[in-house]
């Protein structure tokens, strides 16, 4: 399964570190949310691709991660979770993972007539000016 949710044990080292200073109604599942935020940064997609049948509404996911990162709490819980050790692959955050939007895949728009290959080969570069042409503007000595 490709989905990623957070062990027992993973969830009870970061429990102490998370807020608790919610007003107003109860906060949902935060190891529902922190599992399906994680899934998200880790898949490199959108957050409406976050299944909602297992993470719940994206808007939740979305919401808490910005105000976090708001208020300085990812930070935190990571600077404290390098703090405490541990192997070097579970505590780095590798950022080398390039992202585009999902229509960065296309050329530039409208149809354009293409040359053949038989047909291109023996035409003129369009980037160079015509012999005649840059012959006329040398100076004469």
């Known amino acids: 399964m490709d989905h990623f949710w957070l062990t027992d044990e993973q969830f009870a080292r970061i429990a102490p570190l998370l807020p608790n200073d919610t007003r107003g109604k109860e906060r949902v599942d935060d190891r529902r949310v922190i599992s399906g935020i994680v899934h998200v940064l880790r898949s490199g997609g959108r957050w ?3 299944p909602r049948e297992i993470y719940g509404p994206k808007k939740t996911l979305y919401n808490r991660f910005v105000r976090w990162a708001a208020k300085g709490i990812w930070v935190e819980l990571f600077e ?3 703090k405490a050790g541990g192997p070097p692959s579970q505590v ?3 950022s080398t993972a390039v992202k585009a939007h999902r229509c960065a895949a296309g050329g530039k728009g409208g149809s354009r007539a293409k040359l053949s290959v ?3 080969a023996g035409a003129r570069p369009r980037s ?3 012999p005649t042409a840059s012959a ?3 100076p004469s000595c």
Do not use: Q
Request: glycine share 6%; no cysteine; aromatic share 0%.
């Open 48 to 50: 409406t691709d976050a």
């Open 80 to 82: 404290t979770l390098a």
């Open 92 to 94: 780095l955050i590798d």
């Open 118 to 120: 038989a047909r291109g």
């Open 128 to 130: 160079m000016p015509s």
């Open 136 to 138: 006329a503007r040398l």
